[in-house]
């Protein structure tokens, strides 16, 4: 029986997932962006000074990884590389005007993905504290 559970809860997982990346890759797309990109940007306006190992650990990638996708956004005047004064060793993340900007643009466009989290948030207060919980112990799990 417990197979079975291990079956059902890959696959629920599984289609979550795509069904995220589904609707996310739709608000990028929308906006000229890729979904790594539009992730990007907003980390990157939450966090001032941001660098790229840091940026690379909250968006779960390599630094290579990132490295790529801020080249890019570097190359579409979205972002800038500054040296801090104190650390010229040091490279930090910025959003230029352009890239507030567009990033004001996709949070103006009506987003599909925060309009179906709307719809999730109706749900039962109880059932919505009940999901995160389980899917922390499912993240604290997988992490070990």
Known sequence: MKTAYNSEILNSFSDI????????KKD??????????????YKISQRPNLGLVELAEILKLTNSTVSGVVDRLVQ??????????????????HLTEKG?????QAIL???????KLNKIKQLPEED?????????????ILSE
């Open 76 to 93: 579409s005047g979205f972002v800038e590389r500054r040296n801090p004064p104190h650390d010229r060793r040091a490279i930090t993340i």
């Open 28 to 41: 990028a797309d929308k906006n000229g962006l890729t979904v790594v990109q539009l992730k990007a940007l």
């Open 17 to 24: 997932s795509k069904l995220l990346f589904k609707v996310s």
């Open 128 to 140: 919505i504290q009940h999901l995160l919980r389980i899917h922390k112990q499912i993240q604290d």
């Open 109 to 115: 466009n009506e987003s599909e993905l925060v309009q």
């Open 100 to 104: 507030e900007e567009k990033l004001e």
